[in-house]
């Protein structure tokens, strides 16, 4: 494959979606595009704005959130597997404040709440913790929802 191939099948699928960097050299490598030619092609679509680190970090974090119901941290590992700069992470993670993860993490937990086998409040209570941590929230965000004091957080780090 040429640069110019390269670099048009690459414009043309970010014209389409929102791709990071390392989606996009992940696709070079996998034609077998030489190195050299790679940081060509990339440093052609960053300066022609077809990928763009955070822009594509605010439309992952908003999509993770409101439609997969992730928490913060399962948002933060997945920028960190997709080699997401930390700066912007912080960043748009930031950009993020607690109302919007309670209005995830309610709805998530009262319906979960309904499938649950407990024999009182407090292992109701335990496996709620173990499912929102699971799902990527934090513990003061989850403690918010469930209105929990006996659960202790460092049972859970």
């Given amino acids: 494959m040429t640069e110019q191939e ?10 389409k979606a929102e791709h990071c960097q390392h989606e996009m050299l992940e696709k070079m490598r996998k034609w077998e595009v030489p190195e050299t ?3 060509r092609v990339m440093a052609r679509l960053v300066k022609e704005r077809y990928v763009d680190d955070e822009r594509y970090a605010r439309a992952f974090v908003k999509d993770k959130i409101r439609y997969n119901k992730w928490g ?29 993860y309670l209005r995830v993490l309610k709805p998530l937990l009262k319906q979960k709440s309904k499938s649950i086998k407990a024999e009182n409040d407090f292992e109701r209570n335990q496996k709620l913790v173990r499912f929102a941590l699971g799902r990527g929230f934090t513990f003061d965000i989850i403690k918010q929802c469930l209105n929990v004091d006996d659960i202790d957080e460092e049972d859970y780090d």
Avoid: G, P, Y
């Fill in 72 to 100: 913060r941290r399962k948002v933060q590992q997945a920028l960190w597997m997709k080699r997401i700069d930390d700066d912007i992470q912080q960043t748009v993670l930031n950009e993020v404040d607690d109302e919007e």
């Fill in 6 to 15: 390269a670099f048009l099948q690459l414009a043309s699928m970010c014209a």
């Fill in 37 to 39: 030619v790679q940081a």
